[in-house]
């Protein structure tokens, strides 16, 4: 945190007292010119620059800080930039060209009409200005301009297009959320120049400036490529060119984390319902997290001991078998649904959440049975924007909190996770001699090669003294 000069802090303090700001906030004030004072020297913004406000605000909302916690900051530096305007042009830190009287605070500069600059501005009022780019993002430090050029412009059309192609190719929102970040990281790093004036050289520098500086992983460093890849291609409509001479991260082999099935039933002992259930299916399916938590009741077939998965990764669908040791408890818990059911029905809800458009083409789908969600979520949510209720389905965090405390618990020495359950499905089944394309099937993967890497986790067993085939 970076410390005030005392001629500069001694203004500071006439400056609140004259805006009427009250004593016990004078503390949090001084903290956020530090923490600014700070952000600049570490990120090499220039202190004096009202633009250097853009880049902290993004910090602070990447530190998820609130909306009062950002609009407290952005006044406070609003004073900052009124007290060094009565300053010495060279002198950002506070050594005054002019002493004030106390009590009187200096003469508003030209700027200050510019709400912008209003220590009252609001922060989303700032935005929609084109000032502050939506969204949190990463200060990263900028490459060193070979020529002069316009910065702090606003990429919002910029935003509202690529969000508009990922939905029009049916991407998942994870994919939105994950190219949105990237795209703004990369703003900043540009600062936020004309998207028209855009070129390969940025990205070159961004990826070396993620590989070298910042040590990113290599799948990190793909998801940047092919997040940019996208947003020049689809919303800027540039070619992307070829990126050589980048400094490309390392990809090192990966072998996925394995429980045995005494661990699985360990960790098995320490999940109360549901969690437990959502955890053998995970297992005994061998689903990913979302495809277990998005599942319908109508994509149980118990008769016919089938589970079909629809709309999975890479909006593929896929048919698994049911373990018939659960069975009972499946049934168990779909009666306990039909109950829940029938209260949401007598308090009037809306139904479920239902993807893309298919409430308008099936208006009752939503509160039909077979279309409730096989793990719905504790509570209601309200949507503002038509005042009803709805169920959604179990929050994956709550599954990831309660399998990380039951590993825990169960004291289990390796990294589990969710997936982790995947990945020893995978394995067990190598492991009792099924061949590598029907695991291939059941995981829903499109090349066996991604398959192949659950060869790694079973042990080899070899026969040292080679023998003809007619002789086994």
């Known amino acids: 945190m970076r410390n005030i000069s ?49 880049h902290f605000l993004h910090k602070l909302e990447e530190k998820r800080q609130t909306k009062a916690q950002q609009l407290e900051a952005s006044q406070a530096i609003a004073l900052y930039y009124k007290l060094i305007d009565s300053m010495a042009p060279h002198d950002e830190l506070g050594s005054p060209q002019k002493v004030i009287s106390p009590g009187k605070l200096p003469d508003e500069s030209p700027h200050s009409s510019d709400s912008s600059l209003n220590p009252v501005a609001d922060p989303e009022k700032i935005a ?4 502050v780019p939506e969204g949190p993002t990463l200060p990263l430090l900028p490459p060193t301009p070979t020529r002069r050029v316009t910065t702090g412009l606003s990429w919002k059309a910029e935003y509202a297009k690529l969000a508009q192609e990922i939905q029009a190719r049916h991407y998942s929102p ?25 070129a390969s050289d940025q990205v070159k520098g961004f990826l070396t400036f993620l590989a070298v500086d910042r040590k990113a992983s290599a799948s990190t460093q793909n998801q940047a490529y092919n997040a940019l890849l996208f947003f020049y291609r689809h919303v800027l409509s540039k070619d992307f060119g070829k990126v050589e001479g980048v400094a490309r991260a390392k990809r090192k082999p990966y072998i996925p984390v394995v429980l045995s099935r005494e661990e699985i039933e360990a960790v098995l002992r320490h ?13 005994g399916c061998g689903l990913r997290l979302f495809e277990c938590l998005r ?13 079909t998965v629809h709309d999975g990764k890479g909006q593929k669908d896929r048919t698994v078998p049911l373990p018939e040791r659960i069975l009972p408890e499946l049934r168990k818990h779909l009666e306990s649904l039909k109950d829940l ?14 993807v893309n458009a298919l409430e308008k083409k099936y208006p009752k789908a939503a509160k039909e049975f077979i279309w409730q969600w096989f793990f719905p979520a504790k509570q209601l949510t309200l949507v503002p924007e038509t005042g009803e209720y709805r169920r959604y389905y179990l929050h994956e965090t709550h599954v990831q909190t309660a399998i ?8 289990i020495c390796k990294r589990a996770s969710a997936h982790t359950f995947r990945h020893s499905f995978a394995s067990h089944l190598l492991q009792a001699n099924y061949d590598i394309r029907t695991i291939q099937e059941l ?9 192949m890497i659950y060869t790694h986790t079973v042990k080899r067993v070899t026969i040292k003294e080679a023998r003809s085939p007619l002789d086994l």
């Open 6 to 54: 005392s001629a500069l802090l001694a203004q500071f303090e006439v400056g609140l007292r004259e805006r009427a700001v009250p004593s016990n906030a004078h503390a949090s004030c001084k903290k956020w010119l530090r923490f600014y004072l700070g952000f600049c020297d570490k990120y090499h913004f220039p202190k004096s620059k009202r633009e250097s406000l853009t």
């Open 443 to 451: 995981l829903g993967h499109s090349d066996v090669r991604t398959t």
């Open 341 to 354: 059911h029938q209260r949401d029905l007598d308090r009037s809800y809306a139904g479920v959440f239902l």
């Open 128 to 131: 929609s200005q084109g000032q």
């Open 404 to 411: 990380k405390d039951a590993v825990g618990k169960a004291r």
């Open 174 to 198: 994870k994919t939105l959320k994950t190219y949105t970040q990237w795209v703004r990281h990369f703003q900043t790093f540009t600062r936020s120049v004309d998207p028209k004036s855009l």
């Open 295 to 307: 599942l319908r009741l109508q994509c149980f077939n118990f008769d016919a001991g089938i589970l």
């Open 271 to 283: 999940l109360a319902p549901p969690y437990n259930l959502v955890v053998k299916l995970l297992y």
